[in-house]
């Protein structure tokens, strides 16, 4: 099987991280975001994975040949040379999307965090005999997003609703797509929205079947919902592989730390805390709710709350760092500095407190 | 003859600028940067130009493999691993800069434009028999700099002043050196300040001699200075080679257009514009005290000022843009938007006016 990831265009809602690295390679609990996705593609039998790309091609390929080797699982680069919306970039991978097998191919956005239950999605796919399935996720505010009706017996699809004024439904569009190869038919290569233009054209055909997603759901594609996906996605760990999660009296809640990372005497971490590889957390550090990614140091006695810590970074010791604090690539924080919700870009050193939410270039 | 320029780091004043290219390959007046030095190097006999760096090598050393075969002039990179300061990064370079034949050797900080009288600079040297001459410029402030104190006929330096608090001079250092090669048995390998630790021996040894800068002079390391610095490169060019600056009735002041941009009706362009290749410039525009970089188009109608608009950018009709608005490099401002002092990164799109001075990212 094979399997379509839009990874689009510049991150530029992830800034500052996404000034070092594409996004599909900037990481989450540690791991770059692309590969949660082509792990669970994997293991589901896809053998080959094609990423819709406008941006930076060159950075992606060189990470992709090394995980190509180390999961053995074919993965392309197909690149927009213009903007193709949602459903271009499958019109451009057809020869790669086709292989005349007649098997379905996923369709995933590449910034959704799930437990991607692939296998299930298969399965009701089959089941219901419709050209395309597209996983849907209940929300609270369905009035900010485009909503799926459907009937809540078979799942089919009845029509979507943008922005809907009067409750319709509470579903919306997940970003995961599972379609025969018939849907390429109906996709010419140009700029054309899925949602728009593709699906409804489907379900007016009654061949668009919808499926709720099981588990958790979050666009990690800005950082306050990266945070709160990496909430979701280490209770997901808790419950099903929690020989992952640190233990032990310096830790509270679901905390993951890469197994060369360090960590000191008298700390406190968690809840909601990922600590990349080849970290060092010195003594009687306090972090929650934050990440902090690979080869950073964080100071004695200081503080990291609801932040994110960027590749290679320090955080002085006494340091306070809280409120959706973002540090790019290679940003000192001085000691006994305090930073409120500064969002720092690469390269810089912060000698002063930053009071409230800012940018520092 | 060999040269050193020193290009150093992040460039994060520059920036978003400097988020694009490296610093040294930012244009400036139609011409990256260092160009302008690596020119004006060659025309007084440089034969190999040194660059010291430490970030991003493999974008330098892509351009520079360019500038050597049009040049003729032979430019390599010598990078740092650890901070060295001003004066270790000669060090690290000694064998490229001592070749046995004695001969002085240049030292420049890259971020420095001038008139670049390197003939007069040599001839000074060599009159005075110094080890290390400087070049000072006049400033109307002092105080915020470090002072060089010297004897006004004949130009030995006493001693160095940082940020004097009373009036001890008015002549700062420029950033442009002449050196024997014995000045490199004073400086280690190490974190050195050239200012701080080896121009001051060299001083208490009578052997450092300063020359005041004829012309302009101007370090545009940030957007404010670089604005400010091709006003006075523009009027340097008007008392040396008028003919390159462009003539019309659509024309105030001095104004450097390429020759591949293209300007439409009725438009008035000036004072203190430089416009790149490639650029479109609409009917019925207005731009002063601006530089427009390659490939960017200006529609009609619209009216930027004290504004730097980046690579392939574009400015919308009617729009106005002023007040030291940096634009990034794919940065696409809505038709009728405004623009007061906004600073954008690149690949972003400005549909509502910025009304305030602020970052976008």
């Known amino acids: 099987m094979k399997a379509l990831i839009l990874v689009g265009g510049f991150g530029t809602r992830l800034r500052p991280l996404t ?95 799930s437990e991607y239950p692939f296998a299930e999605l298969i399965q009701f796919h089959k089941s219901h005999g419709g050209e395309a399935t597209i996983m849907v996720t209940k929300v609270d505010e369905p009035s900010k997003y485009g909503v799926v009706v459907m009937d809540e017996e078979t799942g089919r699809v009845d029509r979507f609703v943008e922005k809907p004024k009067i409750f319709v439904g509470n579903k919306i569009n997940a970003g995961i797509y599972l379609l025969n190869p018939s849907v390429l038919d109906h996709i010419e290569l140009r700029p054309t929205s899925i949602e728009k233009e593709v699906f409804p054209k489907i379900s007016a055909g009654q061949k668009l079947y919808a499926m709720v997603l099981p588990g958790f759901w979050m666009d990690i594609g800005q950082p306050k919902d990266y945070i709160t996906g990496l909430r979701l996605y280490l209770d997901s760990l808790r419950k099903k592989a929690p020989s992952r999660l640190a233990a032990g009296p310096h830790i509270v809640g679901n905390v993951l730390v890469h197994e060369n990372a360090v960590i000191g005497e008298g700390c406190l971490i968690g809840p909601d805390v990922a600590i990349g590889p080849g970290c060092v957390i010195e003594s009687g550090v306090r972090l929650s709710r934050c990440t902090v990614m690979r080869g950073v140091r964080i100071k004695k006695h200081s503080c990291v709350s609801s932040s994110i810590i960027g590749w290679h970074s320090t955080v002085g010791q006494w340091a306070r760092i809280e409120n959706m604090t973002i540090l790019g690539e290679d940003v000192h924080v001085s000691d006994e500095v305090y930073s409120n919700g500064g969002v720092v870009l690469p390269h810089k050193e912060i000698k002063s407190s930053i009071l409230k939410p800012e940018i520092v270039m």
């Open 19 to 113: 000034l070092s690295f594409p996004k599909p390679l900037v990481d989450f609990a540690n791991k770059p975001m692309i590969l949660h996705q082509i792990e669970a593609l994997k293991d589901v039998g896809v053998t080959e994975v094609i990423l819709a790309i406008n941006y930076r091609p060159e950075v992606m390929i060189n990470f992709l040949k090394d995980f190509e080797d180390k999961l053995g699982i074919k993965i392309t680069c197909s690149q927009e040379t213009e903007p193709l919306g949602t459903a271009g970039p499958l019109a451009l991978a057809r020869d790669k999307l086709v292989d005349g097998s007649g098997e379905p191919f996923f369709v995933l956005n590449s910034d959704v965090i």
